[in-house]
């Protein structure tokens, strides 16, 4: 009777090991794709200041300015929808430094385009 409660304590310590290594496993696989998540943002906010400077750049012919906008604003809504599908995945102030950082793009965005394309 004493070595079935050691075969058993040891099969209960086996079970407890195993979930704190598949917990420890799946904590890794999130900090991979909050990291993931990360990099596809800074990636596509780079990218709209690019095609935003491009648009600035190219004032002269108004069709093609607005072309450059509309293709920013594109790439802009693209940007706030893959953060709002990707939210649950990051902690709360990384998901707040994100979204104050498409907000001010976004006045950014409504900024240059009111200098580029004035209103007549």
Not at 48 to 68: F, R
Request: with cysteine; net charge negative.
């Amino acid at each position: 009777e004493a070595t079935d409660r050691i075969k058993e304590r040891e099969l209960q310590r086996d079970r407890e090991k195993a979930a704190r290594e598949e917990e420890k496993a799946k904590d890794t696989v999130a900090e991979e794709d909050v990291d993931a998540i990360q990099d596809r943002l800074k990636e596509m906010i780079g990218g709209i200041n690019e095609e935003l400077q491009k648009a600035m750049e190219v004032q002269s012919d108004k069709g093609a300015t607005e072309k450059l906008f509309d293709a920013v604003f594109e790439v802009f809504k693209e940007l706030r929808d893959y953060l709002a599908n990707n939210l649950y995945c990051l902690p709360t102030y990384t998901r707040k430094v994100y979204q104050k950082e498409i907000d001010s793009l976004h006045l950014k965005i409504n900024k240059e385009k009111d200098k580029a394309l004035p209103k007549s």
